[in-house]
């Protein structure tokens, strides 16, 4: 990252701090200790807690919003984040009861590393280097195609429809494509789903569609970004973020 974008992040970073330590109300700063399962049990929402093992044998916790027969939609989260991001905001806000409302099977992965839900082993623990020996690599490589085949094999069990719960699809040459799901991924999950699709091709068929949420990538034609539209970028997050009325202190996920 260059010497400007670091001077970017850490602006919005100082911002975010600061709106957060302005939030006082007792339910707020409780609401900031919850965990996934604080949130999703807070909504009386139904959910379901799916283990899952990756072939180098890490055990990943995932969370299910489920809905039989409907399509099932995979949310990622990015670096040094958990599924908590994607509930974090309360119902109207969070992207997994808002699809969860709209009628989604709603899946929240997990990856390796993320406390607590993928610090789990069959041989290692999470106080030895070995444990933490991967990048988005491995993320894409062992993690995201595990949890694709435990979803194809939850959803194909409970029927519900053609490709099992819903999830099918049709190919370019409009054949019918069994597990298809929808993929939403944060930050680094763009870099896990292109890990994932070439180290094993056979899931370009079965995502259907991957939308990347500020993606990680190289562009090779690059709109410039000067000090000048910083300038401007920074007035505009001012008001907005004088505009807003946060109800929880969130992480970056």
Known sequence: MSGLGWIVAIKVMLIVCAICKNTT??????????????????????????????????????????RLGAKPVLLVHGLLGSSLGWVCLGPE????????????????????????????????TDVMAEFWRFSFHEHGA????????????????????????????????????PDQVLLIGHSQAFNAFLVLCTVHPRFNQRIQLMQALAPLARLHRQVRFDAFQVRHLMKFVKVITQ???????????
């Open 93 to 124: 806000r969070s992207l997994a009861f808002q699809l969860y409302h709209r009628e989604y099977d709603v899946w929240l992965a997990n990856l390796r590393g993320v406390s607590p839900y993928g610090r789990g082993h069959i041989d290692l």
């Open 142 to 177: 062992y993690d995201l195609p595990a949890i694709i085949d435990h979803m194809a094999e939850v959803t194909g069990g409970e029927g519900g429809g053609e490709g099992g719960g819903g999830g099918g699809g049709q190919g370019a040459s409009g054949e019918q494509i």
């Open 243 to 253: 505009k807003l009325h946060w109800e929880t202190k969130q992480p970056f996920f």
């Open 25 to 66: 109300s007792s339910q707020a700063e409780s609401r900031y200790k919850w965990t996934t399962l604080d949130w999703l049990e807070a909504q009386n929402v139904s959910h379901e807690l799916h283990n899952v093992t990756t072939a180098d044998g890490y055990q990943l916790q995932v969370q299910r919003l489920p």
